[in-house]
T-cell receptor, first 108, second 114 residues
Framework: AQRVTQPEKLLSVFKGAPVELKCNYSYSGSPELFWYVQYSRQRLQLLLRHISRESIKGFTADLNKGETSFHLKKPFAQEEDSAMYYCALSGSARQLTFGSGTQLTVLP | NAGVMQNPRHLVRRRGQEARLRCSPMKGHSHVYWYRQLPEEGLKFMVYLQKENIIDESGMPKERFSAEFPKEGPSILRIQQVVRGDSAAYFC????????????FGPGTRLTVT
């Protein structure tokens, strides 16, 4: 069975502070990991995937197979980063398994 | 391209009625996925369809729920004899192929069962 855990439902940081959203997963094979974001009144959209190893809007995420984690990080948070963030996993099936999400609020 | 469309956006049904949720995929997309989000939870996979075929329905409840994606027209998620526990947001995603990162999500349908 595959599972994704996001331990923080709510996370608040001040503008300019570093932010880290935690994600842990369980899967017996080699998963693909993703971060999705949902801004207020907008649709869920893909933020980044571990395979591409890219930085999107200043966010990065590294897959740590030893710790089965895929934490999302940004060194300097901006107010426009306030949103709901979901970590997701795809295994051998083509479906996505989502975590319960973390609501990030960046305070001015 | 208008993106994935879902209608209605809000649906209220009394217990025992039927609910029909529609999803029109993006132009050129032949793969559709349905997810359900209960309050305080993440999205949970229900079913994956290609045109006229159900590929994976491992997340669908065994009774009362069905899905189709006909050759013409939108994909339909049908819930018969709704119960209060069916109240949730139902999201549809479409993709041009079967790759998970290519899923584009619709705005969701919020079903309320009274």
């Amino acid at each position: 069975a595959q599972r994704v855990t996001q331990p923080e439902k709510l996370l608040s940081v001040f503008k300019g502070a570093p932010v880290e959203l935690k994600c842990n997963y369980s899967y017996s094979g080699s998963p693909e990991l993703f971060w999705y974001v949902q801004y207020s009144r907008q649709r869920l959209q893909l933020l980044l995937r571990h395979i591409s190893r890219e930085s999107i809007k200043g966010f990065t995420a590294d897959l740590n197979k030893g710790e089965t984690s895929f934490h999302l990080k940004k060194p300097f948070a901006q107010e426009e980063d306030s949103a709901m963030y979901y970590c997701a996993l795809s295994g051998s099936a083509r479906q996505l398994t989502f975590g319960s999400g973390t609501q990030l609020t960046v305070l001015p | 391209n208008a993106g994935v469309m879902q209608n209605p956006r809000h649906l209220v049904r009394r217990r025992g009625q039927e609910a029909r949720l529609r999803c029109s995929p993006m132009k050129g997309h032949s793969h559709v996925y349905w997810y359900r989000q209960l309050p305080e939870e993440g999205l949970k996979f229900m079913v994956y369809l290609q045109k006229e075929n159900i590929i994976d329905e491992s997340g669908m409840p065994k009774e009362r729920f069905s899905a189709e994606f006909p050759k013409e027209g939108p994909s339909i998620l049908r819930i018969q004899q709704v119960v209060r526990g069916d109240s949730a947001a139902y999201f549809c995603a479409s993709s041009p192929g079967g790759r998970p990162y290519e899923q584009y999500f619709g705005p969701g349908t919020r079903l309320t069962v009274t």
